[in-house]
Every structure is written in structure tokens, then in C-alpha cells.
């Protein structure tokens, strides 16, 4: 067999793996999905809470579409399972990628993998209990008088989804830093350097993303920066990567 042909031939092997890691990949975010179908309502109802414990007595949220009170809590249920089902994704994603690597690099991908499944789920649970019973009890103390605050459940969900997106991501901060630190792209000396930058383009970046208020930003903000110096702390302890210590041994010769 020429060497063509066999070049061909681990291509094809290549896409029936990639195939049959894609397959188990859909089918237990399907399987998870089919068993939380039931309990759909009560998935939205969670998703709800902490706008409707804030609501002004005898207040409730709208549906203003007749599919809506259908259709909002399966959307919410698929990105339930989605979310559950995220390690199970990362594993198949892993498992395919993981025979091209290098060892340094699966030592180093491996638990960066782990830590942003974690990190993400950390970001959304603390905008669920600390973000957003604080965010719509300041919108709905704020609600002119003779206003009366009926969310409509779709519109909801978009606001909350992209909240959760933006908290889960904004955690991630540590993972990106470690990874630019180890890709020799920063040093730890100039992660330190622009911190004071760091500082301003997290405000700017909670400005963009969340509601405008000053609070909301805040929350955001502040967790940005806090974790901006655990990405440091971690670089410190992991020491220098094979860029610097090459780079250290050519100068002192």
C-alpha cells in the first residue's frame, strides 16, 4: 500500500471516530433530555425563582405568545441537559484528541479541561443565588409607582441564559490566563504589570454585558479582577514554563 493510500486510510479511521464520538456525544445529551422532559415546569419554575420571590404580591410573570408556556420550559430543560451533560462532552472531545497529543500537553490540557467545566458551573451558581436575588430586588424596588413589572417568561429566559453565559465565561479567567502563561505568550511579571488595566477593562466589560446598572456591573466586575489574580497566584505556582527556562539557560551561558 503507497503511501498515499495509507495517508487516506487514516483519514477515513480519523472521521469514523470523530463520527462515533459525535453520536455518544448527541445521544446521552438526548437520553439526559428525554428523562427531564417531565419535569420541565419545575426546571423553569427554579429558573424563575429569584425573579418571582422579588415580585410585588398578587405580580406574576406573562406569556405573550400562545406557544410560550410550551415551549419556554423544553428550551430551558435542552439547555439543562446540555449543561449536565457538558463533562460527558468534553470526555468524548478528549478521548479524540488526546492520541495526537503530546505527553506535557495532555498533562497540561487535561486539568485545564476540568477546571473549565468547574469554573463555568461555579459561574453561573453564583449568578443564580448571589447576582440575581440582589439584581431584581433593586429593579423591582425601582418600578415607578402605578408601573406594574409583568416579565414575559421567553424574554426571561434570554436575559438569564445570557447572564449565565457571561458569569460562566467570565470565571474562565483563570484557565486563559494559566494557558497564555504556560504558552509563553505573558509572563508572570507582566500579568502583574497590567493588572491596572485588567482592573478598568473588567468595568468595561461588565458595562457591555450586563444590565446598566451600577450594581450588576459591580458583581461582575469584582469577581472578574479577583479571579484575574488567582490565574496569577496559580502561574507563580506552577512555575516557569519550557519557553522561560530555555530562554533563562540560553542567557546565563
Given at each position: 500500500m503507497s503511501l498515499d493510500q495509507n495517508a487516506e486510510v487514516s483519514f477515513i479511521e480519523h472521521l469514523l471516530e470523530l463520527r462515533r464520538r459525535l453520536l455518544w456525544l448527541l445521544g446521552v445529551w438526548l437520553l439526559c433530555f428525554v428523562f427531564m422532559v417531565p419535569f420541565a415546569q419545575k426546571i423553569y419554575t427554579f429558573i424563575a425563582e429569584p425573579l418571582l420571590v422579588n415580585l410585588p404580591a398578587g405580580n406574576k410573570m406573562i406569556a405573550t405568545e400562545v406557544i410560550a408556556p410550551f415551549f419556554v420550559p423544553i428550551k430551558v430543560t435542552l439547555m439543562a441537559s446540555f449543561i449536565l451533560t457538558l463533562p460527558h462532552s468534553l470526555?468524548?472531545?478528549?478521548?479524540?484528541?488526546?492520541p495526537g497529543l503530546y505527553r506535557?500537553?495532555?498533562?497540561?490540557i487535561l486539568p485545564l479541561l476540568t477546571a473549565s467545566v468547574i469554573l463555568f458551573a461555579l459561574g453561573m451558581t453564583f449568578a443564580y443565588f448571589i447576582v440575581f436575588p440582589i439584581i431584581f430586588k433593586f429593579l423591582t424596588g425601582i418600578t415607578p409607582a402605578g408601573v406594574v413589572m409583568a416579565t414575559d417568561i421567553d424574554k426571561y429566559l434570554s436575559f438569564v441564559m445570557g447572564m449565565f453565559v457571561a458569569f460562566g465565561v467570565t470565571f474562565e479567567?483563570?484557565?486563559v490566563v494559566i494557558l497564555l502563561n504556560r504558552m509563553g505568550v505573558v509572563s508572570v511579571a507582566q500579568l502583574q504589570r497590567v493588572r491596572s488595566y485588567v482592573i478598568v477593562g473588567a468595568f468595561v466589560v461588565a458595562a457591555v454585558v450586563t444590565p446598566p446598572d451600577v450594581l450588576s456591573q459591580t458583581l461582575m466586575a469584582l469577581p472578574l479582577i479577583f479571579l484575574y489574580e488567582i490565574g496569577i497566584i496559580a502561574c507563580r505556582c506552577l512555575g516557569k514554563n519550557n519557553k522561560q527556562r530555555s530562554s533563562l539557560a540560553v542567557k546565563s551561558e
Open positions: 470526555f468524548q472531545i478528549w478521548a479524540f484528541v488526546a506535557h500537553e495532555k498533562r497540561l479567567v483563570p484557565v
